[in-house]
């Protein structure tokens, strides 16, 4: 169980992290935008296979 939980832990933790990163990136709102949606659904899928939903 505390292993479930510190990998769901890893993987928020680098999703918010490469959020962080896309903000950085010297590129229009809109692109950000697409790029911030792209990530926020590969975390969650990836939580979801990590949390073993798939």
Known sequence: M?????GALITFVIVILVLYLVDMLPIDGRAK???????????????LKYLAVF
């Open 2 to 6: 505390l292993n479930l939980l510190i």
């Open 33 to 47: 935008q697409i790029v911030r949606v792209i990530v926020i659904i590969i975390g969650i899928v990836s939580l």
